[in-house]
T-cell receptor
Framework: GAVVSQHPSWVICKSGTSVKIECRSL??????MFWYRQFPKQSLMLMAT?????????EQGVEKDKFLINHASLTLSTLTVTSAHPEDSSFYIC????????????FGPGTRLTVL | KNEVEQSPQNLTAQEGEFITINCSYS?????LHWLQQHPGGGIVSLFM?????KKHGRLIATINIQEKHSSLHITASHPRDSAVYIC????WGGGSQGNLIFGKGTKLSVKP
């Protein structure tokens, strides 16, 4: 099946620094990628929809200046958490959809961010 | 009340048992996903359904659109099946494909 990778799988950073997380579709072109966040013992929540070559669409309550999304190519989307704070510590997961407008999504393995 | 309810929340089974996890939802949907999340957090897509039944190895997923209900079955369960199983639905007219509504998950532990 299709594979989506994320890098890094985990990261620890100091408060105030920025962290970049990469999401790659390894064997298909993804015109649309999605970024989710999961707090401990809670459900995944959609943060934003990333479209190749255009600005991301953010869900209500998600600060676009804090969570910068860049979808520079059909196989790569990046999420940068700027000026990270301990409350940003979470599990960040991306998914990707192949072209064709279907509901198919392939999920990445996730990135665990811990901000000290 | 959550729009996606899963039952049970926790399930402990002996190796070899047949397992059923249920998902009920209250909105019209275009698709339903079953996901598996391992203790380390990584998520694997198991199935995407819009009708009927799908089978992959020891896993079977069914959906009844009229009753707004889906089940995930695991036959001949094994300790490596231990994980959290998550049901997620894409509501009709829900805009972005990623705008899924997730259940809270069912934590399955299979004992040897």
């Amino acid at each position: 099946g299709a594979v989506v990778s994320q890098h890094p799988s985990w990261v620890i950073c100091k408060s105030g620094t920025s962290v970049k997380i990469e999401c790659r579709s390894l064997d298909f072109q993804a015109t649309t990628m999605f970024w989710y966040r999961q707090f401990p013992k809670q459900s995944l929540m959609l943060m934003a929809t990333s479209n190749e070559g255009s600005k991301a669409t953010y869900e209500q309550g998600v600060e676009k200046d804090k969570f910068l999304i860049n979808h520079a190519s059909l196989t790569l989307s990046t999420l940068t958490v700027t000026s990270a704070h301990p409350e940003d510590s979470s599990f960040y997961i991306c998914s990707a959809s192949p072209p064709g407008g279907t509901d198919t999504q392939y999920f990445g393995p996730g990135t665990r961010l811990t901000v000290l | 009340k959550n729009e996606v309810e899963q039952s049970p929340q926790n399930l402990t089974a002996q190796e070899g048992e047949f397992i059923t996890i249920n998902c009920s939802y209250s909105v019209g949907i275009s698709a339903l996903h079953w996901l598996q999340q391992h203790p380390g957090g990584g998520i694997v897509s198991l199935f995407m359904l819009s009708s009927g039944k799908k089978k992959h190895g020891r896993l079977i997923a069914t959906i009844n659109i009229q009753e707004k209900h889906s089940s995930l079955h695991i036959t001949a369960s094994h300790p490596r099946d231990s994980a959290v199983y998550i049901c997620a639905v894409r509501p009709w007219g829900g805009g972005s494909q990623g705008n899924l509504i997730f259940g809270k998950g069912t934590k399955l532990s299979v004992k040897p």
